[in-house]
């Protein structure tokens, strides 16, 4: 663990793995919600967590340097469910990956039970995490210049869903309804980090 000041009141805490990374987050929370750690905010990333507005920056470095981070606990909130179809256009090739039949994709995708390991990249994105690290699977080739908006994707070890049309170079295995950011919706976004996430398939699968 390697803490690097960012200005004046923050720190940037380096891991070696997302699995440290998610255990220092809960960490962290845990100790703010306790009262014994006093920052603005917590950020995680994939192998980092941003902490911002720290009275002592320099103290807390120490005291993370000499830390015993236990994993991070089971979670103890309802999984949000997200139907699901398993109609993507790359399902045949993630199958292919895999060296399994397309609706072993499916099984395989909907019996896991995700993560929000961390947000990023669009406003209501979340980088899931949750499938061994037999299934990765490399980004496209050619990325497409637009993924409609509520496209179920994987990349690498992560799970995630566009919020909105954008380019993307995800492998694209199904779509959803579910509307993971809403301006109107507090909190906007239907995912944070920590999260438990399952997709529950429809139709034919």
Not at 57 to 78: C, H, I, M, T, W
Not at 173 to 187: C, M, N, Q, Y
């Amino acid at each position: 663990m390697r803490a690097l000041p960012v200005g004046e009141d923050s720190l940037l805490v380096e891991v070696s793995s997302g699995e440290e990374a998610a255990a220092l987050h809960a960490e962290l929370l845990r100790r703010r919600a306790e009262g014994l750690l006093t920052v603005r905010e917590i950020v995680p990333a994939a192998r980092t967590v941003l902490l911002d507005g720290l009275a002592d920056p320099d103290r807390v470095a120490s005291e993370l340097a000499a830390a015993d981070v236990p994993p991070p606990p089971p979670g103890s909130q309802e999984a949000v469910e997200i139907p699901m179809r398993y109609d993507g256009p790359d399902v045949a090739d993630v199958a292919a990956h895999w060296g399994v039949s397309e609706q072993e994709v499916a099984r395989i995708h909907a019996n896991t039970e995700f993560r929000v390991a961390f947000c990023g990249f669009a406003p209501g994105f979340g980088y899931l995490t949750g499938l061994p690290p037999r299934y990765d699977v490399p980004r496209r080739a050619t990325p497409r210049t637009s993924v409609p908006a509520g496209s179920v994707a994987l990349a690498g070890p992560y799970t995630g869903v566009y919020p909105r049309s954008s380019p993307g170079g995800w492998q694209l295995i199904g779509t959803t309804d579910t509307v993971l950011w809403d301006h109107a919706r507090v909190p906007a976004a239907l995912l944070s980090p920590g999260t438990r996430v399952r997709f529950v398939p429809v139709g034919d699968v």
